[in-house]
Antibody
Framework: QVTLRESGPALVKPTQTLTLTCTFSGFSLSTSGMCVSWIRQPPGKALEWLALIDWDDDKYYSTSLKTRLTISKDTSKNQVVLTMTNMDPVDTATYYC????????????WGQGTLVTVSS | NFMLTQPHSVSESPGKTVTISCTRSSGSIASNYVQWYQQRPGSAPTTVIYEDNQRPSGVPDRFSGSIDSSSNSASLTISGLKTEDEADYYCQSYDSSNWVFGGGTKLTVL
């Protein structure tokens, strides 16, 4: 059974750096084609793709956020970490991680999500 | 980069059929697979259609997907609507190292 779980702070202050960890089980990120992605959803708004890391350690970022994002993996710990710098209240959202088995396939499954609020 | 445009909301009665569209702004809708996700309030999205028209196990055959190259759009059709189908639905596709979600459609079953 494939599962993913997000963890990180529920509250960050403006200008701080957010660090989120996705801990997964049931698959290996060293398997060819395997990827983990981060997606966020502000309250009441649509899903927004943020970043993806693949089995070969290639990294891809949303064009609009790429200067603020860094994605990395620790294959031995089955973890993917996302950092987002210079947090702003508009970054308040539920952050999800999800597995994808090939670039052109579905994000499936998703973690339960973690709500991050940016406020002073 | 391309965009995927969905209607903001649709509503239909139980037992009826509804279709949600997803129009790609540039590039061919057929060049990359389209996925559809269902999201109920307070829950993470789940896949109801993948690779344009494939249904994951456990998803009722009342859900179907298609693409139309003439309108450069994908569609999710739900027949025999049930109140439990009331949710937000998102289309998603990929192109050139960019993953894109539609703006979401709120389905009301009343």
């Amino acid at each position: 059974q494939v599962t993913l779980r997000e963890s990180g702070p529920a509250l960050v202050k403006p200008t701080q750096t957010l660090t989120l960890t996705c801990t997964f089980s049931g698959f290996s990120l060293s398997t060819s084609g395997m990827c983990v992605s981060w997606i966020r959803q502000p309250p009441g708004k649509a899903l927004e793709w943020l970043a993806l890391i693949d089995w070969d350690d290639d990294k891809y970022y949303s064009t609009s956020l790429k200067t603020r994002l860094t994605i990395s993996k620790d294959t031995s710990k089955n973890q993917v970490v996302l950092t987002m710098t210079n947090m702003d209240p508009v970054d308040t959202a539920t952050y999800y991680c999800a597995r994808i088995t090939h670039y052109d396939k579905a994000f499936d499954p998703w973690g339960q999500g973690t709500l991050v609020t940016v406020s002073s | 980069n391309f965009m995927l445009t969905q209607p903001h909301s649709v509503s239909e009665s139980p037992g009826k059929t509804v279709t949600i569209s997803c129009t790609r702004s540039s590039g061919s809708i057929a060049s990359n697979y389209v996925q559809w996700y269902q999201q109920r309030p307070g829950s993470a999205p789940t896949t109801v259609i993948y690779e344009d028209n494939q249904r994951p196990s456990g998803v009722p055959d009342r859900f179907s997907g298609s693409i139309d190259s003439s309108s450069n759009s994908a569609s999710l059709t739900i027949s025999g609507l049930k109140t439990e189908d009331e949710a937000d639905y998102y289309c998603q596709s990929y192109d050139s190292s960019n993953w894109v979600f539609g703006g979401g459609t709120k389905l009301t079953v009343l």
